[in-house]
């Protein structure tokens, strides 16, 4: 998977989990929510170094 098809991914399941949030659907909601933010956050540490790894910044 390229970097735009793991953006579009990322998106969408934010945009789900949006839609769910609005029709009241708060549990799966919150699992997209926490899916799309840790997925966001995995691709972001993959792109550092292992000196920035242990960073608290």
Request: overall charge positive.
């Amino acid at each position: 998977m390229n970097d735009l098809q793991k953006d579009i991914l990322i998106g969408a399941v934010f945009v789900i989990g949006l839609v769910g949030f609005i029709s009241g659907e708060f549990i799966i909601s919150s699992t997209l929510f926490a899916s799309a933010a840790i997925a966001s956050n995995i691709k972001v540490s993959a792109k550092r170094g292992k000196a920035d790894q242990y960073s608290w910044n």
